[in-house]
């Protein structure tokens, strides 16, 4: 493609930037949402010279809170934070909190160039945070006092998980492990290397993370470098796919590959299975395609970039590779398209009946849909280890009636004393939820049923989404 020179490229962006202006009108009311669980029958693609660009303005939830189901209550615990992203329950019950911001990525075209400002107005306008902060409820009151910065100076630090004495941090260039007293409020020292990862563009910067009940292995979530191959194949190099890592040697193997963007990934208590949350591809209608919840196998193949939702071709893609198409595998569940779903926990039987089998999903929201889609937490309920049923609505308005957000969800994690924590990094605060007593949320439908429960895997179970 022949580039533009730089003064006539500035002057067609501010154009298009003035005619897309009307991207940032209001659309009020709740998304409509389509195209969610295990089997949608979805649209044919839909291509123009722009894609959709609708992004919801930010505004201040003064008196407000999110809602939640009845039998429950939401409290803000900490805010004015520095980008909070993905959390982690210690386990003297220590909250520990990533915030920053990375990417790198250039802008390939105006269009590039656009979507960056446009985006950009939907975010929190701090500085990126670079650490990890600590929060502590030292009276087990619900009110988390202290809060001390744990580790600074880090390099846009996303997941987190906890095991073999030991807390580790993915970051956008690495995966980093750090010495651990219980009670400890600060890092003993610097956190050392396990191994480089993949950061050469960062078009999908965050790492998400967890670690098996063993604690033997960590399982890091890397992000494809384009959306659909825009930079040439040869840039995606290790990217679009799950590492196994060796929590003590720092030697990693591919897990699982075709998945365009890992945000958060959970072991499955009792089962040792790894499931993940994956924002798929854009640019192709505002049904297409849905982020998703899945699975993960070893060596298995989800589509990116050839196929999405298994074998739907996208023919986009140069040159195109059928035999790839045939092995992909089909994703578990689908969450709705442009969610941006990056929050994933699994819950106990300590958060009430109906919600005691199955997974939290923090969903970041869209930008590039109308209506908005996203801009909540879902419950996606499990039955035999499997999505079963309806997703709920769990934690909502988060995009209020005058179509701004108050909040953007991103990481969500349980904490095993009873509580969903929710990570905010428009509002810049963590949410606590819990059951108020008695019966909390609607009466238990046939799909809930008592989780497995797996000390171990609980407390290596970060949301890193």
């Known amino acids: 493609m022949n580039r533009l020179p730089g003064r006539s490229t500035a002057r067609l962006t501010r154009a298009l930037t003035a005619a897309l202006a009307l991207a940032l ?29 609708k992004i919801s303005l930010p505004t201040e939830w003064g008196d407000e809170l999110p809602t939640v189901p009845a039998g429950y209550e939401i409290t803000p615990i900490a805010d004015n934070l520095l980008i909070p992203r993905q959390m982690l329950v210690l386990p003297n019950g220590d909250i520990l909190v990533a915030e920053g911001r990375g ?47 744990f580790a600074d100076n880090l390099d846009a630090p996303y997941g987190l998980a906890f095991g073999n004495g030991s807390i580790y941090v993915a970051t956008q260039d690495a995966l980093l492990r ?29 790492k998400a993370l967890t670690i098996s009940a063993d604690g033997r292995y960590l399982f890091v979530g890397i992000g494809s470098d384009s959306n659909i191959t825009e930079r040439g194949l040869a840039v995606e190099e290790n990217r679009a796919m799950v590492w196994q890592v060796d929590a003590q040697t720092g030697f990693h193997r591919v897990f699982a590959t075709g998945l365009r963007n ?25 049904e297409l395609v849905p982020d ?12 990116w970039p050839y196929s999405y939702w298994g074998n739907h071709v996208d023919d986009r893609v140069r040159p195109q590779r059928p035999e ?15 969610v941006a779903a990056l929050g994933l926990a699994f ?10 089998n199955g997974v939290f999903v923090g969903q970041h929201g869209s930008w590039n849909r109308s209506p908005p889609s996203g801009y909540k937490v ?4 499990f039955r035999d280890g499997r999505p079963s049923g309806e997703a709920i609505d769990f934690a909502t308005g988060f995009l209020g009636p005058d179509g701004k957000a108050r909040g953007r969800p991103v990481g969500v994690t349980v904490d095993p004393r009873g509580a969903l924590l929710v990570a905010d990094d428009l509002a810049n605060t963590i949410w606590r939820i819990t059951p108020t007593g008695g019966a909390p949320g609607l009466p238990a439908s046939p799909a809930a049923e008592p989780a497995a429960t797996d000390p171990a895997a609980a407390g290596a179970t970060p949301p890193a989404g």
Request: net charge negative; with cysteine.
């Open 103 to 149: 990417g790198r990525a250039p802008k390939l075209t105006p269009k590039d160039i656009i979507a960056g400002v446009i985006k950009a107005r939907g975010n929190t306008q701090v500085e990126s945070g670079n650490r990890l902060t600590l929060l502590r409820d030292g009276d087990g009151d619900g009110n988390y006092e202290g809060r001390p910065v």
């Open 347 to 356: 819950s106990t039987p300590a958060l009430g009946a109906q919600f005691a």
């Open 25 to 53: 009108a209001a659309c009020g009311g709740t998304p409509d949402e389509t195209y969610v669980g295990p089997s949608p029958d979805l649209p044919k693609p839909q291509r123009g010279l722009f894609p959709t660009l």
């Open 178 to 206: 750090f010495d651990y007293t219980e009670g400890a409020v600060n890092a003993a020292g610097p956190p050392q290397e396990i191994t480089r990862l993949p950061a050469a563009v960062n078009h999908h910067w965050t």
């Open 292 to 303: 998703y919840l899945t699975s993960v196998r070893p060596g298995g193949f989800y589509g």
């Open 262 to 286: 890992p945000t958060a990934l959970a072991m499955q208590p009792g089962m040792d299975q790894l499931w993940a949350v994956v924002n798929e591809r854009d640019e192709i209608g505002d």
């Open 324 to 338: 790839k198409v045939a092995a992909a595998i089909t994703p578990d569940y689908a969450l709705g398209s442009h």
């Open 378 to 381: 879902t419950f996606v309920p």
